[in-house]
């Protein structure tokens, strides 16, 4: 079955980076986009970012454009998402989600079970 | 970006009866390529991630019980609860995909009255 186990998260100071990590099995990895999507505490679902699977389009939301990157390993079956200059309202629980097609963003039909990211000092 | 409100917040149903939950996008979802909504509907209880429900506004994702059914076209969504259940709590989120920054509604509570 589908499985996605992410990785990486903590508390980070303000002005600080981190490095989520997504490790996927049960699925051909290589042949799905993957997605990003956050939820701030008492908020609702937010997408961050979308990476095709031949890794060569990315997409993000503007309120990380410029400041968050995703990238993926195909060898490794593994979804990454570098956050840099992060801020208090970045403090969420990130999720990463397996797109149903490989070429755009679309429905996102497995999603892993979330990685707690407190910005604080 | 294409903006989705969601209504009601919130809402209190009986067990056995109808729940209704409105999705409204700021423009037309509907494709000219292949005539499909690109409009989504996911599950979220406590806990657990998102659980993706209908996706082309009304076709059921596998594994979906037949009480849950979707419906609208355009700007106008509807996702249907024929007979809630205890199992059935949680936060119901519409998502559009017709443009390449994908946009969530903010979500609908349902509750048991």
């Known amino acids: 079955q589908v499985r996605l186990v992410g990785s990486g998260g903590g508390l980070v100071q303000p002005g600080g980076s981190l490095r989520l990590s997504c490790a996927a099995s049960?699925?051909?990895?290589?042949?799905?986009?993957m997605h990003w999507v956050r939820q701030a505490p008492g908020k609702g679902l937010e997408w961050v970012a979308f990476?095709?699977?031949?890794?060569?389009?990315?997409y993000y939301g503007d309120p990380v454009r410029g400041r968050f990157t995703i990238s993926r390993d195909n060898s490794k079956n593994t979804l990454y998402l570098q956050m840099n200059g992060l801020r208090g309202d970045d403090t969420a629980v990130y999720y990463c989600a397996k797109d149903e097609g490989a070429d755009r963003p679309d429905y996102l039909d497995y999603w892993g079970q979330g990685i707690l990211v407190t910005v604080s000092s | 970006d294409i903006v989705m409100t969601q209504s009601p917040d919130s809402l209190a149903v009986s067990l056995g009866e109808r729940a209704t939950i409105n999705c409204k996008s700021s423009q037309s979802l509907l494709h000219n390529s292949n005539n499909k909504n690109f409009l989504a509907w996911y599950q979220h209880k406590p806990g657990q991630p998102p659980k993706l429900l209908m996706y082309w506004a009304s076709t059921r994702e596998s594994g979906v019980p037949d009480r849950f059914s979707g419906s609208g076209s355009g700007t106008d969504f509807t996702l249907t609860i024929s007979s809630l259940q205890a199992e059935d709590v949680a936060v119901y989120y519409c998502?559009?995909?017709?443009?390449?920054?994908?946009?969530f509604g903010g979500g609908t509570k349902v509750e048991i009255k």
């Open positions: 990476i095709r699977a031949d890794e060569n389009l990315k």
């Open positions: 049960g699925f051909t990895f290589s042949r799905y986009a």
């Open positions: 998502q559009q995909h017709y443009t390449t920054s994908l946009t």
